[in-house]
Structure formats: C-alpha cells, structure tokens
C-alpha cells in the first residue's frame, strides 16, 4: 500500500496521507514519497497542492514515527525536515486541508504549510515534551512568528491540546468549518482564487516571506547554549524508554479488537 497517494485535478495537485494504520506518522519513506511528490506538483504545473489525510480521518498525522527515533542521534538529521524544506521551497502555495487531531510534527507541517483549513472538529497538539524530544532552534522561531511567544510556551510547556477554534484564533489556522464544508471550501472556494493570481507573483511573495519569517540571529554563546541543552536532553536514559513506553502504549490500542 503507498505511503502517500497522488492526484493531479484542475490544475490541483492533492498528495493524500496513506498511513492511517500508523496515524500517518511520518517515516523516513513516506516522507520521501512527500517530497517526490510536491517536485512532481511542480513538473506538473500545478497552481497549487493541497495536503490532505484520507476523508473521515480521526488523525491527520501523529507526527514523526517514533519507532524511528532513537536516543542519542543527531536529532537536527530528521526526514521531516527534508519534509519541512521541500514545503517552504517549492513556488507552489501548499494548503493543508485538516481533518482529525494533529500532534507534534504534524503541527509543525501545519506551521510550515501556506494556508491550513481545518474542520471544527480538529485539535493541535504539541507533544513533544512528553518525552524531552529537543526541538532544532528554526522549529522554535517559525512557532514564535506564527503563533507568539506566551501561546508556543503553553504548547511545548503543557503538551495538550488546543481546539480548532482556539488554533484559528492564535494563527495557526486560517479557515474553520463543519468538515463536510472542506473539500468545498478548499477546491471550489480557495484554489479558484489562487488559479486566477500569476504563479510567479505569487512564488515571489512566498519566497520573500518565508524568507523573512525564517531569519532570525543567534550569538555564538547562546547557540552553544541550546547545542549543549540538546544534547543533553537526547542522550538523557529516561528518553528511549518513554519512547518505548508510547510505542507499547499505541500498538496495545492498535490491537484492541
């Protein structure tokens, strides 16, 4: 079974998660296939892509697949940071269409997204902490600038959830609705009014804003500060058995009849 599914419509490419068994986490390959994808999008000529989980998801994605994440690795070598770069580098607007409960990476996709429309029954959850997974410093301030400061800390500080109407009001979301309004919203509402724009006027002004919301400075002293930080937090014993820990946890929900 693909990890993720491509359809090219109306000058719309949609690249569907086909992970649900695992909750769309991303793994390494269908992070690949991601990526394969959205250069796909482009040889297309596409005007836009919409990221999407299969209809009546209850998770739009886990985040990363954990069963790939190992204490004491280099935790900046992370496939959804391929991910990530692809998004903000391709021309193309990405719109994730959000349908079901999102948790630690996939919150960051939704940051690095273009626009997110979401159904009103959706949740943002930012869990990483739950474990001590260390975030790389680009994670933090794209968070700031999208969301500020005192909302990124109740995220990352309590690792619960925040409604969809709570997440459209800090700017995570653009758009909520009944979830049966989605896919109208999206393709007949939304992409027609990007179709109608030049494509290059349009790459231009992601390219300068993406451009903007990812400067930031850091002073040689504090950098090492957070490296040190990091490091401590991914070679830390407790880490790799909470990580295992969650892992039982969902494969025991995973074989409840």
Not at 127 to 133: C, P
């Amino acid at each position: 079974m693909p990890l993720a599914i491509y359809d090219f419509k109306n000058k719309i490419s949609t690249i569907t998660f086909n992970r649900n068994d695992k909750r769309n986490a991303f793994n390494k390959d269908m992070c690949g296939t991601i990526i394969e994808y959205i250069n796909k999008a482009q040889d297309d000529q596409a005007s836009l892509i919409v990221l999407r989980a299969t209809k009546h998801a209850s998770v739009w994605s886990a985040g990363h697949d954990l069963s790939e994440l190992k204490a004491g690795e280099d935790f900046t070598k992370d496939p959804l940071q391929k991910m990530f770069d692809a998004i903000v580098s391709s021309p193309l607007p990405v719109i994730s269409m959000v349908e079901g409960n999102v948790f630690a990476g996939g919150f960051l996709l939704l940051l690095f997204s273009d626009m997110v429309i979401a159904s009103s029954e959706s949740s943002v959850a930012m869990t990483a902490n739950k474990m001590g997974v260390p975030f790389a410093t680009p994670y933090y301030s794209y968070c700031l600038k999208t969301i500020g400061l005192h909302k990124t800390k109740e995220l990352f500080f309590t690792a619960s959830s925040i409604s969809a109407h709570n997440a459209q009001v800090c700017g995570i979301f653009n758009h909520v609705m009944p979830k049966d309004c989605l896919e109208w919203f999206v393709y007949d509402i939304l992409a027609p009014r990007i179709i109608a724009c030049v494509p290059e006027g349009i790459a231009n002004s992601k390219l300068q804003l993406n451009t903007l919301a990812m400067g930031y400075f850091v002073e040689e002293e504090e950098k090492q500060k957070i490296d040190n930080s990091c490091n401590l937090l991914m070679h830390a014993p407790q880490l790799q058995m909470k990580i295992n820990a969650l892992l039982n946890h969902v494969q025991h929900k995973e074989d409840k009849p």
